[in-house]
């Protein structure tokens, strides 16, 4: 037994938790820039008055919904430097993600927005409030309680997800593990541990919603 | 006060409206009956415009009501609103829930909005629940703080949708007693209930609704003891 690990030293343990750093940062960056997308399409896909907006987001949606995030990323980093456009590797495995979590955030904010009763947006435009004020004040304190199960759900997903990268040679975590396994022949001891380090990141997300969701519970 | 001439309203090719024309005036307390369905629901919802109209006019102190205008707002803060329902919002206290519309719609500052919501919910006979969630609050007592959230916005007219229609018997009666206090005050209403006791004691003028008209108005008294419309008197039958 011991001969397999022989060469595999805390270097190569630095190495993976480098690229768990990195699968950090790739998640950070889908979230904060797909947030952004999500809001506005969740926000358009339920806007009444505008059935063209309500259209775009819905075609949105089910493009990138509907097809892998595989292709994507493979679309997004070779089509773009094809085009001409030479990004930082790290901006162009996250242009995939950030609109991957902004289709599927999208359509938790519409769900979550959505779910709010009738009667809480009458109560509020009958105080005469803008469409803003009534989403700020009224609408969000509901429906962001509504949205925290399903978005955790998707957080994890995504922090899986970002494994895919590494079919673009993009060192992250899964192909920081992949490299060591070819140079230690480790194989079943690497990937064990890439999957723990996945592990670590994600159940500390899933306590803190737990948390969080009793927390907010109070007086629904 | 409040004017509506000859309104139509549709839901699709359901004809809910079938020409309403009403006046209420500065002070009077305007008591709306009829069967389920009826339309009477739907008249107040037009009035502040929760609901478009496709025909006639609605004027509130002069101003017309649209409800695809920007302008609707304004006069909606003039308008309070009660709910069957009570539509609080479930995550701010009675006094926030009172408050709240204050300091985001009138831009008043913080202290202001507390003490005149403290001064409204007083009113309702709330002051020890300021600080009470609605989930805390009884139905009676959720219904209070909804009619307090109206009126700490100081309107011209209050519209109330069946406010006792959702509540146990027991409870309906603290309600009705804060809107005859406030029909006592002078405060312009138009009541949609099922209450008759409430409309006899209180209502200067009842309108009895049957299939999208009025189909007959005049003052309590006559409206109970006399009725002319036949279908008026099967209804009076059908509730006492």
């Known amino acids: 037994m011991p ?33 952004v997308v999500a809001l506005v399409i969740g926000l358009i896909r339920t806007a009444r ?3 063209a907006l309500r259209w775009i987001g819905w075609g949105y949606v089910e493009i990138f919904r509907g097809t892998p995030l595989l292709m994507q990323i493979f679309i997004a980093f070779f089509g773009l430097s094809i085009l001409g456009l030479e990004l930082p590797r790290f901006v162009a495995v ?45 609408v969000a304190p ?11 759900g998707f957080l994890v997903q995504l922090v899986k997800g970002t494994s895919l990268a590494y079919v673009v040679g993009y060192i992250e975590l899964t192909r920081a593990g992949y490299i060591i396994s070819q140079s230690t022949y480790a194989t079943m001891l690497v990937f064990t541990l890439v999957g723990a380090i996945y592990f670590g990141i994600n159940y500390p997300l899933s306590l803190a919603s737990q948390r969080l969701e009793v927390r907010l519970k109070r007086h629904a | 006060m409040l004017e509506l001439e000859d309104v139509h309203k549709w839901f699709g090719n ?7 024309s009403m006046t209420v005036s500065r002070g009077e307390v305007v008591v709306v009956i009829g069967r389920s369905g009826s339309g009477k629901s739907t ?14 006019r609605i004027m509130v102190d002069g101003e017309v009501v649209d409800a695809h205008s920007r302008h609707v707002r304004k006069i909606r803060e003039e308008v309070g609103f009660v709910f069957q329902s009570f539509n609080l919002f479930p995550y701010y206290t009675a006094l926030e829930n009172v408050s709240l519309a204050l300091k985001i719609v009138k831009r008043m500052p913080p202290a202001e909005a507390r003490s005149i919501a403290e001064e409204m919910l007083a009113r309702v006979g709330l002051s020890d629940k300021l600080d009470a969630y609605p989930d805390r609050l009884s139905g009676g007592q959720q219904q209070r703080v909804a009619i307090a959230r109206a009126l700490a916005m100081n309107p011209k007219l209050m519209l109330f949708d069946e406010v006792t229609s959702a509540l146990d018997p027991e409870l309906v009666g603290e309600v009705l007693k804060v809107m005859q206090d406030l029909a006592e005050g002078g405060m312009t209403m138009v009541v949609v209930t099922h209450e008759m006791g409430f409309a006899r004691r209180v209502a200067d003028r009842v309108l009895f609704i049957h299939e999208g008209q009025i189909a007959e108005e005049g003052p309590t008294a ?7 419309n036949e279908s008026l008197r099967a209804f009076i039958e059908s509730i006492l």
């Open chain 2, 14 to 20: 359901l004809h809910v409206l079938k020409g309403i």
């Open chain 2, 43 to 56: 008249i107040l919802r037009c009035i502040n415009g929760l609901e478009p109209i496709q025909q006639g």
């Open chain 2, 222 to 228: 006559q409206i109970f003891a006399a009725p002319r």
């Open chain 1, 142 to 152: 509901v429906a962001v309680r509504i949205m925290i199960p399903p978005s955790v």
């Open chain 1, 94 to 138: 996250s242009i995939p993600l950030i609109l991957y979590t902004g289709a599927y955030m999208g359509e938790i904010v519409r769900a979550g927005v959505e779910a709010v009763p009738r009667g809480q947006w009458e109560a509020g435009w009958s105080l005469g409030m803008s469409y803003r004020q009534l989403m700020r004040y009224v």
């Open chain 1, 3 to 35: 001969e397999l690990f022989v060469a595999f030293s805390y270097k190569d343990v630095l190495f993976l938790l480098q690229g768990a750093l990195v699968t950090i940062a790739m998640c950070a960056m889908a979230l904060s820039c797909g947030l």
């Open chain 1, 49 to 51: 008055r505008f059935p």
